[in-house]
């Protein structure tokens, strides 16, 4: 399992295109917010949680359809298929390392990229800690849409329209915990739901995730 | 005698196709009647005044939505359990119709909230949650149509609902607590009134008649798109069989 993660992390480094495409759209969508809806302070800092939470989301999507794709094309899935590892924990291997290499480096940029959206004081520790729990929960959801159209030539749009609907929850309540956390509000319940959404599906999805990779692999 | 039998594609055309007549006369008359009924025979709203009527429409569509998907849902899993390829096509047939009822629900709401609440839209999680239902059905079909072979297609887009029903459960719970609503709560069919806990009286009875007809006659309509649909599917896959047979024989 370590040599699986270790060996999807050095591809992922090594490929190029792969880890810092995801930060630089992420950077470069909260450059065009302000840019788009106009530099007023006040309003940036209004909507800089959630655009921070959408901006978040989308660089998680856009680097989902290499998590499967380049095993699948060159066969390599067929062999960790085979391999004496079950499924379920190569797709959690891979959701992790899809993690690492994408949500983690997500998370550190997020305080970086509130300044420049003006996000409150207090807004930074709960941006940070709600994604912290809720980018987990992306990359498992993700791997679930890439396994589904793995098989596909052209899946990369499909998967988005797949895939963005079952964001939704993580999105609501983890956006929630940043607006709420920015005006000094009470976070428990959302932070909670959050969490909660996280660790169901860090623990289902993987099997289901799995399933679906059986019948592609077929 | 068991429901199984049905599951076979010829015995399920046949007798689909005896009682088909039937259901769309009875899926007409209801909703005609009903539709009639409520459009000119009964009063207008004391404050909603003609806009009540719409209620007609956006009841049964919105009713369906939800159910067409629970439908899918159920033949979901008999098409995994089961493997029966009737199943699996019938949950192909609801799809396109649940879309366009909430399709449907959605609009005659926003032509219904216009006047009412002043707007045409509102993020209210009733309305909200449809639009989330909406995009789920999209992604479903969207998913039947790519895929090349039948029974991956069947077996993708199952685990697609089964997971999707999840997820859109728990979008319904997230957007109530995201938002405050407008809408009204359950009016039409609800525990607490069947158990005499709460005796308000939340549609008055000379709408609740039509309103009834209007249901019946839309669940009919449903059933009946749904088994014409579902022997349109078997056809097709059946031609394509035949045309396969003949390729190689040729």
Known sequence: ?218 | MSIWEYANPKKFITSTERVLPALWAASAVCIGVGLIWGFFFTGDEARQGATVKIIYLHVPTAMLAINAWVMMLVTSLVWLVRRHHVSALASRAAAPVGMVMTLIALVTGAIWGQPMWGSWWAWDPRLTSFLILFLFYLGYIALWEAIEDPDTAADLTSFLCLVGSVFALLSRYAVNFWNQGLHQGASIFRAEAVIGTDTEEKVSNIFFYPLMLCIIGFVLLFVALVFYRTGTEIRARRIKALIARERVEA
């Open chain 1, 1 to 218: 399992m370590i040599a699986l993660l270790m060996r999807d992390l050095r591809l992922a480094l090594r490929a190029g295109g792969g880890f810092g495409l995801g930060l630089a759209f992420f950077l470069i969508l909260t450059v065009m917010v302000p840019l788009s809806v106009g530099p007023q302070p006040a309003l940036l800092s209004s909507i800089a949680p959630g655009v921070l939470w959408l901006g978040a989301l989308l660089a998680c999507l856009l680097s989902l359809d290499r998590l499967l794709a380049l095993d699948w094309e060159d066969g390599s899935l067929d062999l960790l298929a085979t391999a004496p590892l079950p499924l379920e924990s190569v797709v959690s291997i891979k959701a992790l390392a899809h993690w690492i290499t994408t949500g983690l480096p997500l998370v550190m940029a997020a305080p970086v990229l509130g300044v420049l959206l003006n996000l409150p004081v207090p807004g930074f520790k709960w941006v940070v800690i709600s994604l912290l729990l809720g980018t987990p929960a992306l990359s498992v959801i993700g791997t679930f849409g890439a396994a589904l159209t793995v098989g596909l030539k052209r899946g990369g749009l499909l998967m988005s329209l797949l895939v963005m609907p079952l964001y939704l929850p993580t999105l609501i309540f983890g956006a929630e915990v940043a607006r709420r956390g920015a005006i000094g509000m009470d976070v428990q319940t959302p932070l909670l739901m959050l969490a909660g959404i996280s660790a169901a599906s860090i623990a289902l999805l993987p099997f289901a995730s799995a399933a679906v990779l059986r019948i592609n692999l077929r």
